[in-house]
């Protein structure tokens, strides 16, 4: 398994950055690949994998008085299209070495987003789909002020990379992994709230809504929301898109 490429999302990211880097990635995410093949196979064709069931469901099952709004516009669209996954239900690791108050947090937060998404627990990290890492995090400077923040809450990353399907099989598929660093010293309530929040960058929500009414709204607020109607719009619009990752690679 050769890892080629990673990137970052945090929750202090500014949107303007995220843009401007996200330019970049999508030359830097098709030239890495190409070099790491030497030119014997190139990337698969964007396809658009199914819609998990569960997720179909959660937004039929919607209040229409609410509204239809989404925040799609505001979700990356990556060298490799969509971060989204297409087998189910994708497996997510707790870091053992986190104490309870931490794991109970996270466990809390999977378990709020295995409503509407198809999350499994599973005690492999070495081959879960995402990891959630117990982390201090080392602080990085505001990129608009310069200074330095007083605590760094939660860091998402993703690696793609080339995956054999089965060992007596020769198909290999663009694959992705999820890592969440989430730093535990946090209040309770916070801390689930950021975990809902990094949850939602892994299953595919790479990026952040502007209403502070969202849990992929950019910053903490001071009253923790819940997962909203238009997360979950967002989320099956993303769906929705087509993506390399999952599909075959073409020798």
Not at 120 to 142: F, G, H, N, W
Not at 195 to 205: F, K, M, T, V
Request: charged share 20%.
């Amino acid at each position: 398994m050769a890892r080629w490429f990673k990137a970052r999302s945090t929750i202090q990211v500014r949107r303007l950055m995220g843009r401007l880097l996200g330019m970049a990635i999508v030359f830097v995410c098709v030239l890495a690949v190409t070099l790491q093949m030497g030119w014997a196979q190139s990337l698969p064709t964007s396809q658009v994998h199914p819609i998990p069931a569960i997720l179909i469901q959660a937004v039929q099952r919607l209040d229409p008085a609410v509204g239809p709004g989404d925040y799609f516009d505001a979700i990356e669209r990556k060298g490799v299209g969509y971060l989204i996954w297409s087998k189910f239900p994708v497996t997510v690791a707790i870091d053992e070495l986190g104490s309870d108050r931490w794991k109970l947090q996270v466990t809390t937060a999977v378990v709020e987003w295995q409503r509407y998404f198809p999350l499994k627990i599973v005690s492999t990290p070495e081959t879960a789909d995402i990891r959630i890492q117990s982390k201090r995090l080392a602080l990085k400077p505001d990129p608009k002020t310069g200074k330095l923040p007083r605590f760094r809450s939660a860091e998402t990353h993703y690696d793609v990379f080339v995956n054999k399907v089965s060992d007596d099989s020769d198909t290999k598929h663009l694959s992705h992994r999820m890592t969440i660093d989430l730093a535990s010293g946090q209040a309770d309530g916070v801390m689930l709230s950021v975990a809902r929040h990094e949850i939602g960058h892994a299953i595919g929500l790479w990026g952040h809504s502007p209403n502070p009414d969202d849990i992929m709204y950019f910053s903490q607020v001071s009253k923790s929301p819940l997962i909203s109607s238009r997360d979950l719009r967002t989320l099956h619009r993303v769906y929705g898109q087509p993506t390399r990752l999952g599909w075959a690679i073409t020798p």
